[in-house]
């Protein structure tokens, strides 16, 4: 395979038929490759054609213009029995069929393999095993799959499609209704196979954050175009701030995190430091809260403020208080970053 590329789409237009006609355009975009080991993330905002992607990379919807070669090949010129041996799909609503326990789930995987009898052999049943194994839930294997949590149910679904052997597996949400544990837990064990399996792995996602941490590239859609990149590559670009930062929301590029901001600026203010605090981890962490409480409530920071801050020690409590100034008011408050919020309101609204 020529450098390593597992699926390839080029000047692909995403959308919608009606009674044989174009209905819709939803996407429209240049080349798209995915390569072996791959671990995607497919990020934008609500409609702007996640799933309408996937759906038309896995064959299932028909694309309004260009073509898509899986391992060199057209999509169009695959059987299914042919293209469920190349390309899995988990959705995010996982659609469970009939009783089925955990083990015969994930045995549906190994279902374009079965010989000519029609008969599953040992070897798939190995393969279930280890399917199981890798998501971590062997455990569960003789459960009914109506049984199960949302979380454990995802897993069983990723179990399957590894089973299923696939060079290419796309998942639409498969982290949507979870935890956060189990969010990170199903983005590591995807990165985890994309790497010890080298599958190629594209999923949807609204976990920007974690994207930016665990995935090797992302795909930001946006106004039916696409933005690829690793997330070094997008943060720096400013592709993140862009499409995902409004009025109340600010993206931090440094630390890769999301601030919520106010509608409207309440005041502003300054924090100095007093030389006698000792800066443990903790005071500053506590500082950069303060900072976050603040911007949420519609305060700025400002070399000429409404309000000064100083941190310092009370000489009696030996306690860390905060010493705030307003026009010629002067008060003290404790370390709290919600006192402290309260106390400048209180003066800002005498
Ligand atoms: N069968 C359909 N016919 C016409 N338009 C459709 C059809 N299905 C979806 N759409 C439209 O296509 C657009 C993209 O939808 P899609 O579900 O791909 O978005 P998405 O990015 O996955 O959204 P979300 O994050 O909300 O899941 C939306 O405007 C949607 O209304």
Excluded at 35 to 51: H, T
Excluded at 166 to 175: A, F, N, R, V
Excluded at 274 to 293: A, G, H, M, P, Y
């Amino acid at each position: 395979m020529q450098n390593d590329i597992v699926l390839k789409s080029t000047s692909l237009q995403t959308g919608y038929y009606e009674k044989n006609k174009v209905k819709t355009v939803i996407g429209d975009f240049s080349n798209l490759t995915l390569e072996k080991g791959d671990f995607i993330a497919l990020l934008g905002p609500n409609g702007v054609g996640k799933s309408t992607l996937l759906k038309t990379l896995s064959g299932e919807l028909v694309p309004i213009s260009g073509d898509i070669k899986i391992e060199e090949r057209n999509i169009l010129d695959y059987s299914n029995i042919e293209k469920s041996k190349v390309l899995s799909f988990v959705f995010s609503n996982v659609q469970i069929v009939g009783n089925l326990s955990v083990r015969e789930t994930v045995m549906m995987g190994r279902y374009p393999y079965v010989n000519w009898w029609g008969k599953l052999s040992e070897k798939d049943d190995a393969l279930v095993i280890q399917a199981l194994e890798d998501v971590g839930a062997i455990h569960l294997i003789e459960r009914k799959i109506t049984e199960l949590s949302d979380g454990e149910r995802q897993k069983v679904m990723i179990a399957r499609a590894i089973a299923q052997d696939t060079s290419l597996i796309l998942l639409d949400e498969p982290t949507a209704h979870l935890d956060l544990i189990n969010r990170i837990e199903i983005f590591q064990l995807l990165k985890r196979i994309a790497r010890k399996r080298h599958k190629s792995i594209l999923l949807s996602t609204h976990e920007v954050e974690m994207s930016l941490q665990i995935a090797d590239k992302m795909w930001i859609l946006e106004n039916g175009k696409c933005v690829v990149g690793t997330p070094d590559a997008i943060v720096s670009r400013g592709d993140i701030a862009r499409v995902f930062s409004n009025k109340n929301i600010g993206f931090d590029t440094k630390q890769g995190t999301f601030n919520y901001c106010a509608d409207k600026t309440l005041f502003s203010y300054t924090i100095s430091i007093d030389s006698t605090v000792n800066l443990s981890e903790e005071t500053r962490l506590r500082i950069s809260w303060i900072d976050k409480k603040f911007l949420s409530e519609g305060c700025v920071k400002s070399d000429t403020p409404d309000y000064n801050l100083y941190l310092t020690i009370d000489k009696d409590s030996n306690y860390l208080v905060w010493d705030i100034s307003y026009l010629n008011t002067n008060v003290r408050c404790e370390m709290d970053g919600l006192d402290v919020f309260k106390m400048i309101l209180k003066l800002y609204t005498q």
